[in-house]
C-alpha cells in the first residue's frame, strides 16, 4: 500500500496529477482546490490513499492527514465512492464538514452531484459518532478559522484560494486576526491579486 508520496510533478490535468518518485510515475487524483495551486516541476508531499477496485487501482492523494483520514471514513459508506468523497472535500474546508455532520446539517453534501438528501443523511448518521470516537473533529469548535475564510473572502480573494492560505498557515496560529494577517502574506507570496 501508497501511504506517502515525495516526488516532482511531470504532469497536471483537471482530475489527476503524475508525480515522479525515484524514477516511477504515479497517477495521483486529488480534489480541483488542490489541483489548481499545483505547477508543474515542483516537488510535493501528499498523504495517500491506495484504493484498489475490480477494474482498477488509484491514488487519492491530499496534502493534510485531516483531509486523507475525512476521505477515508467517506468511502467506507455505501454509495459514497472515491470520486463523491473528493467532491465533498472539494465543497469545503474539513472543518466545515465535519461541523455539518455533528450538526446534521445535509445542505453541504446535497451540493455534490449524485448525492441527494438521503446519501447525505446516511453519511451523517455513520459518520457523527466516528469523528467524535476517532478524534478527528479538528476545528469545529474553533469558529476563528471559518471567521478568518469569511474575512478573506470580504477582502476579495476566491474563497478556494483563501481556503489554501489558511490551510498552509502554522496550526500554532490560532486567533482570527493572526490567522488572516499569516493567510495574507501566503497569499503575497503567492501573487494572488485581490
Same mark, same amino acid.
Request: proline share 3%; hydrophobic share 40%; net charge neutral.
Given at each position: 500500500? @501508497?501511504?506517502?508520496?515525495?516526488?516532482?510533478? /511531470? *504532469?497536471?490535468?483537471?482530475?489527476?496529477? $503524475?508525480?515522479?518518485?525515484?524514477?516511477?510515475?504515479?497517477?495521483?487524483?486529488?480534489?480541483?482546490?488542490? *489541483?489548481?495551486?499545483?505547477?508543474?516541476? +515542483?516537488?510535493?508531499?501528499?498523504? !495517500? %490513499?491506495? %484504493?484498489?477496485?475490480?477494474?482498477?487501482?488509484?491514488?487519492?492523494?491530499?496534502?493534510? !492527514?485531516?483531509?486523507?483520514?475525512?476521505? #477515508?471514513?467517506? $468511502?467506507? @459508506?455505501?454509495?459514497?465512492?472515491?470520486?463523491?468523497?473528493?467532491?465533498?472535500?472539494?465543497?469545503?474546508?474539513?472543518?466545515? @464538514?465535519?461541523?455539518?455532520?455533528? %450538526?446534521?446539517?445535509?445542505?453541504?453534501?446535497? &451540493?455534490?452531484?449524485?448525492?441527494?438528501? /438521503?446519501?447525505?443523511? &446516511?453519511?451523517?448518521? #455513520?459518520?457523527?459518532?466516528?469523528?467524535?470516537?476517532?478524534?478527528?473533529?479538528?476545528?469545529?469548535?474553533?469558529?476563528?478559522?471559518?471567521?478568518?475564510?469569511?474575512?478573506?473572502?470580504?477582502?476579495?480573494?476566491? &474563497?478556494?484560494?483563501?481556503?489554501?492560505?489558511?490551510?498552509? @498557515?502554522? +496550526?500554532?496560529?490560532?486567533?482570527? +486576526?493572526? &490567522?488572516?494577517?499569516?493567510?495574507?502574506?501566503?497569499?503575497?507570496?503567492?501573487?494572488?491579486?485581490?
Amino acid at each position: 500500500m @501508497i501511504a506517502y508520496l515525495k516526488g516532482t510533478i /511531470k *504532469l497536471k490535468t483537471d482530475k489527476y496529477i $503524475i508525480v515522479e518518485a525515484n524514477s516511477v510515475g504515479y497517477r495521483v487524483y486529488a480534489y480541483p482546490d488542490l *489541483l489548481e495551486s499545483f505547477k508543474n516541476d +515542483q516537488t510535493i508531499e501528499l498523504y !495517500t %490513499h491506495q %484504493h484498489v477496485s475490480e477494474t482498477a487501482t488509484e491514488l487519492y492523494g491530499f496534502l493534510k !492527514t485531516e483531509e486523507l483520514n475525512l476521505f #477515508e471514513k467517506l $468511502i467506507t @459508506i455505501s454509495g459514497v465512492g472515491p470520486k463523491s468523497a473528493l467532491s465533498i472535500l472539494s465543497l469545503a474546508p474539513v472543518v466545515e @464538514i465535519q461541523k455539518a455532520i455533528i %450538526h446534521d446539517d445535509p445542505t453541504i453534501l446535497t &451540493r455534490v452531484s449524485g448525492i441527494g438528501r /438521503k446519501t447525505a443523511e &446516511r453519511i451523517i448518521v #455513520e459518520l457523527k459518532g466516528v469523528l467524535e470516537k476517532d478524534g478527528l473533529i479538528t476545528q469545529v469548535n474553533d469558529q476563528g478559522f471559518l471567521d478568518a475564510l469569511e474575512a478573506l473572502v470580504q477582502l476579495g480573494y476566491p &474563497r478556494p484560494e483563501a481556503r489554501r492560505a489558511l490551510n498552509k @498557515i502554522s +496550526q500554532d496560529i490560532t486567533g482570527t +486576526q493572526e &490567522r488572516v494577517k499569516a493567510a495574507l502574506k501566503v497569499l503575497g507570496a503567492n501573487n494572488f491579486a485581490i
